[in-house]
Nanobody
Framework: QVQLVESGGGLVQAGGSLRLSCEASGRTFSTYSMGWFRQAPGKERAFVAGITKNDHITYYEDSVKGRFTISRDNARNTVSLLLNRLTPEDTAVYYC?????????????????WGQGTQVTVSS
C-alpha cells in the first residue's frame, strides 16, 4: 500500500507559478507510475500530467502542455508538479495518484492510490 501526501498549494495571481509536491510512503515508490489530477468546483476529476515508472516518460493534458512540468525523485519518494503561467481556469483541488501500470495512462481507474488533495486558487 502507498500513502500519498500533497503539499504546495495556495493562492496565486494569474501569470504566477506554484510547485506542488507529493510524498509517498513505503519503499516501493519506484514501482509506480505517478500522476496529477485536478477537480474544479462542479466538475469531474480530470487528468493533468503523468510520469511513467520505468522510462520516466512524461505526458500532459493539452491545456497544460508547455506550462506544467511533472518530475519525480525516486530517492526521495516524491513527485512534483511545477505550474507556470497560471490562469483562473487552473483553479482546482490537485490530487497526486499512483498507478501500477507501466503505460502513459490517463484514466482515473488506472490509478490505485490517491492523496487527499491540495487547493490551488488563481486570482485574476
Amino acid at each position: 500500500q502507498v500513502q500519498l501526501v500533497e503539499s504546495g498549494g495556495g493562492l496565486v495571481q494569474a501569470g504566477g507559478s506554484l510547485r506542488l509536491s507529493c510524498e509517498a510512503s513505503g519503499r516501493t515508490f519506484s514501482t509506480y507510475s505517478m500522476g496529477w489530477f485536478r477537480q474544479a468546483p462542479g466538475k469531474e476529476r480530470a487528468f493533468v500530467a503523468g510520469i511513467t515508472k520505468n522510462d520516466h516518460i512524461t505526458y500532459y493534458e493539452d491545456s497544460v502542455k508547455g506550462r506544467f512540468t511533472i518530475s519525480r525523485d525516486n530517492a526521495r519518494n516524491t513527485v512534483s508538479l511545477l505550474l507556470n503561467r497560471l490562469t483562473p481556469e487552473d483553479t482546482a483541488v490537485y490530487y497526486c495518484a499512483a498507478a501500477r501500470s507501466s503505460f502513459a495512462d490517463r484514466r482515473r481507474s488506472a490509478f490505485t492510490y490517491w492523496g487527499q488533495g491540495t487547493q490551488v486558487t488563481v486570482s485574476s
